[in-house]
């Protein structure tokens, strides 16, 4: 996040390039900042926040890094991206051999630099933020990640996956998000044909349809199945597995061999409390699909209606809650809180993305709870009742528990409440597929080591099987998946 | 894509669509719908539900109103035409065994729906009574269908310029005083449901009825179709269409169907401008 213009960062970066550099000299460097559209007028349009790094800053940046021998921080990596090696392919200005690099490991840089939590991953070991004592001087591998991916899409340098001559095996995925993008790439390379099954019009899941506009531009995402496409993948949308064609069908009457589920987490939490279904409740799924996949916010042209929404009260603190309360002031809100039962250190979500929703105006209310919504004679939201909580004992997930104080409701106004405190796994697969055990949460039961659900034939992997989890884990199980299906095909 | 390969107009605002579908009329059963939208980014998610099938053919059969900007376009489209997306058969079918003795009472458009539901009930040996409405003449749709499924059919309308003049909650009383059906299955405008509803629950007459509520992409994860029903939350288009008309909170359902009147009544406003359709007329 920087105020200054791109052009200045650029010029600034520049200015302290050199040729080679002392240990001292390298740990003197200043962290790059993000260039970013300025707050006030992104809150007008729904184009991406962060602009990504200028050639100059991502040379600088990558000269920080100290090629430590341990690589602390591909332990911090889900699917272990040699860090310090493509860093230093990026400090010897050779993009190409850089990208080759994240290759090994990612499918999807240019989506997960956008996206994954760096500071709970690899730049939580860095050697460098240790040495500051400050996480936020931590080298910016994110940045480094999507600034290789970008260049080499602009440049369409991007490695052509080489597909081994046909199997004679048909195999099909469940969903398009990125559990099922990186298992039909790598089941496709391995030489079987691939179908992808698609429940909505558009593939990508949560990447298109939640994840908004401006923190992942769908144009990454459709360039991404495009890929796949190129590949010989059939996407096939406005198919829902269990309904359109039961798993066991798939599988015994089309011939599939196999089958991988990457369903997702989409069933959207609720809390259970008063006035819940009153009109101007939205789930943030809700709120989100109208807006990014039916694109509501383009007035002018979506016939898709969006609430029309003034005083915005959002639950929840994770990356959901963040993206639908950015959302709400983007169409127009002139209040947006957010609502969370614990503490700033405890919120959930992408440090950047609190950042960024504090720079563009949004309120947060912290260790609030809502304990019910209420109406206006018409059963409209008129406002919302909180009790304010203090943080207790560390609880189950180790955070600190909130304890609501009793006899603290307050009463605030707000016309729109949008519910962000989860998703739960949609229970149609396992509804209509016999075999498939799930836990007590809905989830999923797989084999940790291959993914193989508990159904002969059938793998999953991806919010399923974690629960609502991360784009770079849900693209590592399927990958992990694919690996253990192309072992099963191949006896 | 899906091949529109018959368009036929059944009324002022009503039409018939017969469509290539081979997946979903493979699989289809009476009580579930499908969502479609016209290709595009713009283009609404309409759930509309599946009045027939033929799966040898491979289609399906789509009975509209057209109520609002994005059904007036579907209207327009005349065969030979396809439709770009298309996605189901959503939801739970009916529950059909041999219950006895079947009212079915269906208004308006949402006698469509209910045609496939008297014939599997019909199929499954029940004695069936179909009381279908409308506000005219002129809104009545698939009678002659209808008299063919039904043990006895009893046609009525709002001004009675066609049968009896009656709204069908009339002779639902009777049937339910006379008749004692074990089943009644009502589908139409959600007020004509929750009439009806009331009607049955004097009697102790178990009564299905079919919501249509709000959706967006019917697989169960936006939550924008929620309901209450005996107090739960439930999700019309994965636990539904079907429900116990008499657990219901058709108060809360009625509001939340109002969520976007004001925008749809602009939208509506725009399309009769597009369309040139004269005002008051569709
Ligand atoms: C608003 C939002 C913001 C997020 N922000 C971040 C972030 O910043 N960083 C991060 O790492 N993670 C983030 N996440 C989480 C991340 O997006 C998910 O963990 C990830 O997308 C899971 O991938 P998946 O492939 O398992 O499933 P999904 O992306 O959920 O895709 C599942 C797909 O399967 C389809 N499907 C479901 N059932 C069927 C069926 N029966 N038949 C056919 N298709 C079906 C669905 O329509 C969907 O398209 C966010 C999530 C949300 C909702
Ligand atoms: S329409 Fe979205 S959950 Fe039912």
């Known amino acids: 996040m920087s105020e200054k213009s791109r052009e200045v960062l650029e010029e600034e970066a520049k200015a302290l390039l050199k040729d080679s550099y002392t240990a001292k000299e390298r740990a003197s460097l200043p962290v790059q900042p993000m260039p970013s559209q300025d707050p006030k007028q992104r809150i007008h349009n729904m184009d991406e926040v962060a602009l990504g790094y200028t050639d100059s800053q991502a040379l600088l940046e990558a000269n920080r890094c100290l090629n430590c021998k341990n690589k602390p921080c591909v332990e911090g990596c889900p699917v272990g991206i040699d860090i310090p090696a493509f860093i230093h392919h990026i400090t010897q200005r050779d993009i190409k051999a850089a990208g080759d690099e994240i290759a090994k490991a990612s499918l999807l840089p240019a989506i997960c630099g956008r996206v994954c939590p760096q500071e709970n991953q690899c730049q939580l070991y860095c050697t460098v933020g240790k040495m500051h004592k400050d996480i936020d001087q931590s080298v910016s591998i994110g940045r480094l990640e999507r600034y290789v991916a ?86 096939q949308t406005n198919f829902l597995v269990g309904r359109t064609r039961s798993i066991k069908e798939l599988m015994e009457k089309d011939g599939y061999d196999a089958v991988f589920v990457g369903s997702g987490a989409g069933l959207p939490k609720f809390m259970g409390i008063d006035g819940e279904n009153l009109v101007g409740v939205l789930s943030a799924n809700e709120f989100l699909t109208r807006s990014n996949l039916m694109k509501a916010y383009d007035h002018e042209h979506a016939l898709t209606p969006m609430p029309q929404i003034s005083k915005v009260a959002v639950f929840g603190g994770g990356n959901v809650a963040m993206d639908a309360a950015r959302t709400a002031l983007r169409l127009g809100a002139q209040k947006v809180s957010v609502i969370y039962r614990r503490s700033e250190n405890e919120l959930p979500a992408r440090k950047e993305e609190v950042g960024h929703a504090k720079e563009e105006g949004v309120e947060f209310l912290l260790l609030h709870n809502p304990s ?61 597929t016999e075999g498939i055990e799930t836990t007590r949460k809905g989830t999923f039961v797989v084999n940790p080591d291959t993914n193989e659900t508990t159904l002969k034939g059938v793998w999953a992997g991806g919010d399923i099987v974690l629960g609502a989890a991360t784009v770079i884990l849900a693209m590592g199980q399927g990958r992990k998946a694919a690996k253990a299906m192309n072992e099963y095909l191949a006896k | 894509m899906h091949r529109i390969i018959e368009k036929e107009q059944l009324s002022a605002e009503v039409f018939r669509f017969k469509v290539e579908a081979p997946n979903i009329a493979r699989e289809r059963k009476a009580g579930q719908f499908i969502i479609l939208q016209m290709g595009g980014d713009y283009n609404e998610r309409i759930p509309l539900t599946i009045a027939d099938a033929d799966p040898e053919e491979g289609t399906i059969t789509l009975i509209f109103q057209a109520v609002g900007e994005s059904t007036h376009r579907l209207a327009l489209l005349n065969v030979g035409d ?103 299955v009502a589908i139409g405008p959600p007020i004509m449901m929750k009439f009806c509803a009331l009607a049955t629950k004097e009697f102790g007459v178990k009564t299905v009825v079919s919501l249509n509520t709000i959706m967006i992409d019917g697989t169960g994860m936006c939550g924008g179709c929620r309901v209450s029903i005996d107090g739960q939350t439930k999700f019309v288009c994965v636990d539904g269409p079907e429900f116990d008309g008499h657990q219901v909170d058709w108060n809360n359902m009625l509001t939340r169907l109002g969520t976007y009147k004001s925008q749809e009544a602009m939208a509506h406003h725009r399309c009769h401008i597009d369309l040139n359709i004269e005002e008051g007329k569709a």
Request: proline share 6%; with cysteine.
């Open chain 2, 82 to 184: 396809s439709i770009a997306n298309l996605l189901g058969p959503l939801g739970k079918p009916t529950h059909i065994e041999n219950f006895g003795r079947c009212v079915c009472v269906g208004g308006g458009i949402g006698v469509a729906p209910l045609y496939p539901i008297v014939k599997a009930l019909k199929a499954a040996g029940n004695q069936v009574k179909v009381i279908i409405g409308a506000r005219n003449k002129g809104l009545i749709i698939m009678e002659e269908e209808m008299r063919k499924a039904a043990d006895e059919l009893i046609v009525v309308t709002d001004d009675g310029s066609y049968g009896r003049k009656a709204l069908v909650t009339e002779p639902l009383k009777e049937l339910c005083s006379t008749w004692a059906p074990n089943l009644a």
């Open chain 1, 372 to 432: 019910r919504i209420i109406a206006d004679e018409s059963g409209h939201v008129k406002g919302v009742e909180l009790l304010t909580c203090e943080l207790g004992e560390p609880d189950a997930s180790g955070r600190r528990s909130p304890v609501e104080i009793p006899g603290s409701e307050t009463f605030y106004e707000y016309d729109t409440v949008i519910v962000a405190i989860g998703n739960n796994s949609n229970p149609l697969i396992k509804m209509t």
């Open chain 1, 150 to 235: 970008d260049t080499l899409a602009k440049e369409n340098e991007q490695s052509v996956a080489k597909i081994a001559p046909p199997t004679g095996k048909k195999v099909c995925v469940v969903g398009s998000g990125p559990a099922s993008i990186a298992a039909a790439a790598d089941l496709c390379k391995a030489g079987h044909k691939v179908t992808m099954f698609e429940a909505l019009h558009k593939g990508g899941g949560v990447l298109v349809y939640g994840i908004p506009e401006f923190r992942l531009p769908k144009a990454i995402v459709a360039r991404e199945l495009a890929k796949l496409t190129a590949m010989g993948v059939d996407i």
